[in-house]
């Protein structure tokens, strides 16, 4: 299995990371895979409003984990992917759901604050394009927009690690034009940054309209989003050992124990110990993907001395037992 990991905010940086570790070189601000990794590109764009942007349309000939790993430091990251699965690896995988259609796609806005994981089996094709952004960043592209100010609210309070929609057939047209751009390599540039634009405004308005829809209020100040912040850190910070109770919890973030619930609830969508068990199975699925733990070395990371309540938790997670990710039989 091929293990991609970094912490990257610069993608002309990731993009480097990826060819030293393909051993391979950037042409063109392109990484074509060598054959012994598979098909395919990974191209970088520098867009005319200081946005960065990755382009790929690559096939792996092995099983593959792409982890970003979380950081203090907040940058989002949009994603506009299509997966293509291979007939023979439509499986019980999380992060490839089995259905009868081998085109998977979605739309995904991720925030460095949480660790970020994507597998694809070996043989499997992903077109996409990814961007990298902060917040002063969006400040600037919606400014003069009278919905500006409601967005960057929005994503504050109700960002829970990821931000997800499935891509209707508009999308779809899009990254393909952006992917593939069937023009005149002089003209290809000017229409990558057209088709970009275009998804971005229809991204933003998506959401604008989902914020009507829903009468979307601001009621928490910063300072109870940061001290949630700080509650969030602290329940999975070490997942070997027993989370603090809610009165523990609620002093530290200096709220009374209902308002610490149901403030949590409302920006990172679950309930608190909800939230704390799917963040630890989150993480134990990640660790038995990698092949390097035993069954037992993950169950003890996360907390569990007793196995067979792993595995009955984990079956509960994911409908699966943690030894199926091994192959174990």
Excluded: C
């Amino acid at each position: 299995m091929l293990k991609l990991e970094y912490d990257y905010t610069n993608y002309e940086e990731l993009l480097q990371y990826f060819a030293k570790t393909f051993h391979h070189t950037i042409i063109d601000n392109t990484l074509v895979f060598p054959p012994d990794i598979g098909t395919g590109y990974f191209k970088y764009i520098q867009l005319s409003n200081g946005l960065q942007g990755l382009i790929s349309d690559y096939t792996i000939n092995q099983d593959t984990i792409f982890k970003r790993t979380k950081i203090e430091q907040e940058f989002f990251s949009l994603r506009f992917d299509e997966v293509y699965i291979p007939e023979d690896d439509r499986s019980d995988t999380d992060e490839v759901p089995a259905e009868t259609n081998l085109i998977k796609s979605a739309v995904l806005l991720g925030s460095t604050k949480f660790d970020w994981l994507f597998f694809t089996p070996k043989n499997t094709r992903v077109k996409g394009v990814d961007f990298m952004f902060n917040r002063q960043w969006l400040g600037e592209f919606l400014k003069g927009e009278t919905v500006g100010d409601l967005i960057r609210k929005y994503l504050s309070l109700k960002m829970s690690a990821f931000y997800y929609e499935p891509m209707d057939i508009e999308y779809k047209k899009i990254l393909s034009e952006i992917v593939n751009t069937g023009v005149d390599p002089s003209y290809e540039n000017l229409v990558i940054q057209n088709r970009v634009m275009l998804l971005l405004e229809r991204f933003f308005t998506r959401i604008h309209d989902k914020i009507s829809y829903i009468h979307f209020e601001v009621k928490m100040t910063p300072d109870d989003i940061m001290r949630l912040a700080k509650i969030e850190s602290e329940l999975v910070k070490d997942f070997s050992v027993e989370p603090l109770g809610i009165s523990k919890l609620a002093r530290m973030a200096a709220m009374s124990p209902s308002k610490l619930k149901n403030s949590f609830k409302e920006i990172y969508g679950l309930p608190v110990y909800q939230y704390f068990q799917k963040q630890r199975m989150n993480k134990a699925k990640a660790m038995l993907l990698s092949k390097k733990y035993t069954v037992r070395d993950v169950g003890v990371e996360v907390g569990f001395s007793n196995l067979s309540n792993f595995a009955k938790a984990f079956k509960k997670s994911f409908d699966q037992l943690p030894s199926d990710l091994l192959g174990d039989k």
